[in-house]
Each structure stands twice: as structure tokens, then as C-alpha cells.
């Protein structure tokens, strides 16, 4: 591998650590890992730490430890069965005894022989983490959406543009076939002048941890309390029952962060973070860094371009209740050239995943699952666009992960850079906020400011718990 496009110093680094001379923590490497088995010669390598052990992070690191050239040396975690999980598996793959195990990933993130970091944690760290890390130098995989608050989404931009790092966000439709081909058919003008794009994302809440069952079965047995935990309010015995002591493993008061403090409910920590607005975004914020992503990519609205007015309209809990995110929600946005871009959730007349409707009744829908419709019955059948026809070519990808090595040695842009991953969630970001204050948004794309409106603009950024700061 030619290695003089990396960063100054990790070649150096790397030679250092490859002879066991390695600046700050020591890594002892096995006889395998110099260059023997198949395996890239560590002074080639990428190494990698990783933050977050809940449901997304082991997939990311397992697809990064598949890649012979990346070595995960460090696992950070605030759960400590999470952690030992984290520990176990890198270990249990690479064979040895090597990874080392992080509470504060400010710690992690200090040391100068880590290149590359995997963040999957929850959306009120995205920020804080990313930041520390970019600060540090290290090239990152950045979960969706890029954060909590547009804030702090402009924050991680400018730390990833400042510190000179390669970002790949978690968006991986953008590696997938059908997603590419639908983009690169709409971006070619095969459809014509587009006039309107449907966003369509689920609604509800999802009990992605199993751990509303158990309470709800508590619930039960309470008289005239609810079973929804979007009904769920403070000062009722429901709520009481609901409360609990956190468990012993998790650093409860570390896990808030930044956000307000509130008391510990089982059901809206592992993974149902989601449905609290104190930690999460709803469906919305969940998925507008896939559905919406793909929009704006086959828009050609990666940088800069943006709506001009969002409204949106929505059904919402209780705003104290233990799951209190929008659960059904409809977002309307005038982009530029009059295109009328709508975002769903529980509308029956918007289907799930990304609808282009252009000229002449053409049109192109893409979904997961390969899920390739269009209004040409001859594009069906190929999933590849005669080159003739590619007069603008996407970045394809076949694997989003290893997208994100190949850039972090060529230090070209990947297929989903934190610029992209902005754009593509400020359209739910501002639709919530729509929702909220109860009227439309004027939003100005290049200046990134909401328009006349103050109370609607202190929504773009929230407060932080002491002794939280953005840097
Ligand atoms: N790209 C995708 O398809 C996809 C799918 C699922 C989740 N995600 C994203 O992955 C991220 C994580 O979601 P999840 O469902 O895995 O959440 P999770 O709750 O299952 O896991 C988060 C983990 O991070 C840990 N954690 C929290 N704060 C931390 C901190 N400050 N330092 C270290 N560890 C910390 C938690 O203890 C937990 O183990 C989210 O941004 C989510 O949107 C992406």
C-alpha cells in the first residue's frame, strides 16, 4: 500500500508501534499481525476504537474487523456488560488479548496510535463524541443523523472541516445498488424536471429493546393505568411504577450527559432512547438520515442546496410522557425550481422509502430489500445505467465500511461525508421544529438561519447540563 497519502505522522507512528516502541499505550502485537497469514503488515494498518456497544456498533465493528487492513484496538462503553461484550469480541476475533476497554472516550480518544474511530452511540452524544474525536485527529464513522440539534450538526461540521478528518456517516444505503441507480437515473434527467419527491418513513414508536413488555405487564396490574407508554405521565402511579434505580452495570448519570436530568425509566434507555426528546428524535430524526439522504442524493442537494419553507404537521404524546416523539407526522418543504418535497410518517398516500416524480408521469421509487420500482419498465431490469447515459456518475460503493478505509488512505471524500449527512437531516430538523412552534419555517439554505422567527430559531440549538460544552 502506498501509504504517503495519510495524515503526517501515522506512518511514524505506526513504524514505531509495529516495533514495539508505541507512543502512548503500549499494544503488544502478535507474531500474526506482522504481514504473516495474509494479513496486512501492521505498519499498514488502520487502527481503529470504537464507542458504543448497543444494537448498531458490534455490526460496525464486525464489518471493520473483516477488512484486513483495520485493527480495532480500543472499545469504549458507559454500560460495563456492554463493554466486556466489546472487549470479548474483538479479542475473540483477532485471537489475543489486545483491545482495551474504555469508560470515558475522552480517554480513548487521547491516544495519539488510534487513526480511526466507529461512534454508534446514542443521538444526544453524537455531537460531544465526534467533536472530541476530530479534535484529536482521528478519521471517523459517524452514526445517523449527525446529531440532535442543527447546532451541533454545524459544530461537527466545522470540527471534521478544521482537524482536516475523513468522515463516513452510517447512511450506508448509499453503498447499496438499487439506492445508486435510482439517484444516478434521477440526477441524469431520465425522469425529467423533478417536481416532487416523497419521503415516506415509519411512525410510532418501536420497542427495539423488548423492555416495554415488562413494564407494561407492571402497568397491567395498576388500576386504571395505561398501556401506551406515550400515555405514561409524572405524578401518576403508572409513572411510579415505571421509576427505578439504574442498573448497576450502567453509568447512568454519564449516559445523560448533556442532556436534562431526568429519572432513570428502563424503557426509554437501551435503544428506545429514540422516543424521548430529552435523548432522541422520534421516527422522524431517525430515519431522515436514510430516506432523505437518498432524496437530496439523487436531487444533487448534497451541499448547500436546502428548503426554503418547511411545515410541518404532527401528533404528539404528552411532552412529559415516558415515550413522548411524534408519532404520526407529515413535513412539507419548497425546494428550489418549485419542488415540492414531502415527508411522512403514517400517511397512507406516502409510501415508505424515496419517490422522485418527474415529467410526463415518470417517475422512480427505491426502498430497502432492493426495492426498485420505476415508471420505465426497461430500467427494472438492468440496476446499471448504459455509460452513455451517466453523464453525472455517483460515487458507487459496494461496501459503505470499506468505503470509509479506502478514504481514510486516499483522504478522498467518501460516498456519505458530514457535509451530506447535515444537509440530509436538516430537513427533519426543521420539520420538527415546525411542528413544534405550529407554523411554517423560513429557513435560509446558505446562511443556515431560520428566518423571523426567534422562538422557532432557539429550537435550532438546546441547553447542555453542566459541565457539558461543545467545544
Ligand atoms: N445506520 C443504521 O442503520 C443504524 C441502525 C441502528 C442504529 N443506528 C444509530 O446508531 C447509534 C446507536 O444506536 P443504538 O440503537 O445502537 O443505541 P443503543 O442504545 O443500543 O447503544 C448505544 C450504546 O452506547 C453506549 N453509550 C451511550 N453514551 C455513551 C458515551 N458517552 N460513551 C460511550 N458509550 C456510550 C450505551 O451504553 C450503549 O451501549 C444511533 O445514532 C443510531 O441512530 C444506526
Redesign the pocket.
Known amino acids: 500500500m502506498n501509504t504517503s497519502p495519510l495524515s503526517g505522522g501515522l506512518s511514524r507512528r505506526r513504524f514505531l508501534a509495529a516495533t514495539g516502541f508505541a507512543l502512548v499505550a503500549p499494544t503488544i502485537i502478535p507474531a500474526s499481525a506482522f504481514g504473516q497469514n495474509g494479513r496486512t503488515a501492521p505498519s499498514n494498518r488502520i487502527i481503529m476504537g470504537v464507542?458504543?456497544?448497543?444494537?448498531?456498533?458490534p455490526g460496525n465493528t464486525g464489518n471493520f474487523m473483516n477488512e484486513a487492513d483495520c485493527q480495532v484496538v480500543a472499545a469504549?462503553?458507559?454500560?460495563k456488560h456492554?463493554l466486556q461484550s466489546a472487549v470479548n469480541s474483538v479479542n475473540g476475533h483477532y485471537k489475543n488479548k489486545d483491545c482495551k476497554a474504555y469508560h470515558d472516550?475522552r480517554e480513548m480518544m487521547a491516544r495519539t496510535d488510534i487513526d480511526a474511530v466507529m461512534l454508534?452511540?446514542?443521538?444526544h452524544?453524537?455531537a460531544l463524541?465526534a467533536v472530541e474525536a476530530a479534535n484529536n485527529k482521528k478519521d471517523i464513522y459517524g452514526?445517523?443523523p449527525l446529531a440532535r440539534t442543527i447546532a451541533e450538526q454545524q459544530a461537527m461540521v466545522k470540527a471534521v472541516q478544521r482537524n482536516k478528518r475523513m468522515w463516513q456517516t452510517?447512511s450506508?444505503q448509499r453503498s447499496e445498488r438499487n439506492f445508486h441507480y435510482g439517484a444516478e437515473i434521477v440526477r441524469n434527467g431520465l425522469i425529467g424536471k423533478v417536481k416532487r419527491v416523497e419521503v415516506g418513513l415509519p411512525d410510532g414508536h418501536n420497542d427495539?429493546a423488548g423492555t416495554a413488555g415488562p413494564l407494561q405487564e407492571k402497568l397491567a396490574k395498576i388500576p386504571g393505568a395505561p398501556n401506551d407508554l406515550a400515555k405514561v405521565v409524572p405524578g401518576t402511579a403508572a409513572w411510579d411504577a415505571a421509576v427505578s434505580a439504574p442498573p448497576e452495570d450502567?453509568d447512568y448519570e454519564?449516559?445523560l450527559?448533556p442532556s436534562r436530568k431526568e429519572p432513570y425509566i428502563h424503557a426509554r434507555v437501551?435503544?428506545n432512547?429514540r422516543w424521548n426528546y430529552n435523548t432522541g428524535g422520534g421516527q422522524l430524526l431517525?430515519w431522515i438520515g436514510h430516506h432523505c439522504d437518498i432524496a437530496h442524493w439523487g436531487l444533487g442537494n448534497d451541499d448547500k442546496i436546502g428548503p426554503s419553507e418547511v411545515e410541518g404537521q404532527g401528533e404528539f404524546p404528552p411532552k412529559d410522557a415516558i415515550w413522548n416523539t411524534c408519532t404520526k407526522y407529515r413535513v412539507t418543504c419548497k425546494y428550489p425550481n418549485d419542488i415540492e418535497f414531502i415527508i411522512a410518517g403514517g400517511h397512507g398516500d406516502i409510501r415508505g422509502g424515496t419517490k422522485w416524480i418527474g415529467t410526463d408521469g415518470r417517475w422512480v421509487w427505491v426502498d430497502r430489500g432492493n426495492a426498485f420500482e420505476s415508471s420505465n419498465a426497461t430500467w427494472g431490469d438492468t440496476r446499471n445505467l448504459p455509460e452513455d447515459q451517466r453523464k453525472v456518475k455517483l460515487i458507487k460503493t459496494k461496501n459503505h465500511y470499506r468505503d470509509f478505509l479506502d478514504a481514510v488512505k486516499s483522504r478522498q471524500p467518501t460516498v456519505s461525508p458530514v457535509e451530506v449527512a447535515h444537509h440530509s437531516a436538516i430537513p427533519g430538523h426543521l420539520g420538527l421544529i415546525s411542528m413544534l412552534v405550529g407554523r411554517k419555517i423560513n429557513w435560509d439554505a446558505a446562511k443556515e438561519v431560520i428566518l423571523d422567527d426567534a422562538e422557532a430559531s432557539k429550537l435550532l440549538t438546546r441547553p447542555y447540563r453542566t459541565p457539558w460544552k461543545l467545544a
Open positions: 464507542v458504543g456497544w448497543g444494537m448498531q456498533g469504549c462503553d458507559l454500560n456492554n472516550f454508534a452511540v446514542p443521538d452524544w453524537h463524541v452514526e445517523k452510517g450506508w427495539f450502567l454519564f449516559w450527559g437501551f435503544m432512547w431517525d
